[in-house]
């Protein structure tokens, strides 16, 4: 609204595209960092100031700190950075930003297979230990902060209803652990909360249901026509597929007074494959 502090995205990819329209909508003012400008055309017509940042170029820091008006709220959505480059981003907010909303991922819980507020991160691979660092830093800054940990995100374009579509897809494992997801509408909404609300700490997020691999899979592929993919080898499955995690995100949304659009990819699969893509 008028009056309102401004937005500063960083990394407005898939979530951050959605957040931005849904502040739009609000009448908040929204500032986008991208490297590929061209991407957020739409989004720039929506009334988004967007701007080139590409955190690897010497200037970086120059840039970002032209880009963040004071006083500013930060959605920091930028995937897993080098050290020296988160150190970049947070070192040059630390005069700017009054709010700081970090969008981790469920990752940082490594082998738990049941996953809520309590749960004590327990990172077992390099990208999940690089998102852990962030976290830290971000706790130490000057900024009032939140951490929101989402698990899979999927959406219009993005998930197992698309990844079926592909000849090549193959189930992982025998189908039989567990996937909890968030639709990136839904975790719009917990980022907006989130940005205007006062409370500090690190979440889960995720939507009312989750379920084994091959449940969903065999849901889409009847809402698509296609036959129940097959599935890969154990030995064939990449470490980052190997999740079995039940995620119950129910702490956060309550404390941010949020209802899930799709509380179910009952809901949420139908809707994705419904919606228009937005670029």
């Known amino acids: 609204m008028p009056g309102d502090p401004e937005i500063l995205i960083l990394g407005c990819g898939y979530t951050g595209e959605r957040l931005a329209r849904l502040l739009l909508l609000r009448g908040s003012r929204v500032i986008a960092t991208t ?7 739409a989004l720039a017509r929506a009334g988004a100031t967007v701007a080139p940042l590409d955190l690897t170029e010497p200037s970086a820091a120059s840039r970002l700190a032209a880009l963040a008006p004071a006083g500013c709220l930060v959605l920091h959505s930028i995937p897993t950075l080098p050290a020296r480059l988160d150190e970049t981003i947070l070192d040059t907010l630390a005069s ?3 709010r700081l909303v970090y969008l981790s991922t469920t990752g940082v819980y490594g082998s738990a297979l049941q996953v809520d507020e309590h749960t004590v991160p327990d990172p077992r691979t390099s990208r999940a230990r690089l998102r ?9 800054g000057p900024w009032s902060w939140l951490i929101l940990r989402p698990a899979a995100i999927y959406g219009p374009g993005r998930g197992i209803h698309v990844s079926l579509r592909d000849p090549s897809f193959r189930l992982p494992g025998d189908g039989s652990h567990f996937i909890s997801r968030i639709h990136v509408d839904d975790l719009a909404l917990h980022a907006a909360a989130a ?16 379920c084994r691999s091959s449940e969903i899979a065999g849901f889409c592929a009847r809402l698509l026509g296609l ?5 890969a080898p154990p030995e064939a499955v990449p470490e980052s597929r190997r999740s079995n995690r039940r995620v119950d995100g129910s702490a956060i949304r309550g404390l ?3 209802t899930l659009l799709y509380p179910s990819y ?13 670029r």
């Open 266 to 278: 009952r809901q949420g699969i139908p809707a994705a494959l419904a919606a228009p893509l937005t």
């Open 35 to 41: 490297r590929h400008p061209a991407h957020l055309d």
């Open 132 to 140: 852990l660092d962030t976290e830290d830093a971000v706790r130490r």
């Open 256 to 258: 941010l007074g949020l």
């Open 195 to 210: 940005l205007f609300s006062p409370l500090t700490g690190a979440f889960p997020v995720a939507d009312a249901e989750p």
């Open 227 to 231: 036959p129940d993919p097959p599935s």
């Open 96 to 98: 700017r930003a009054a």
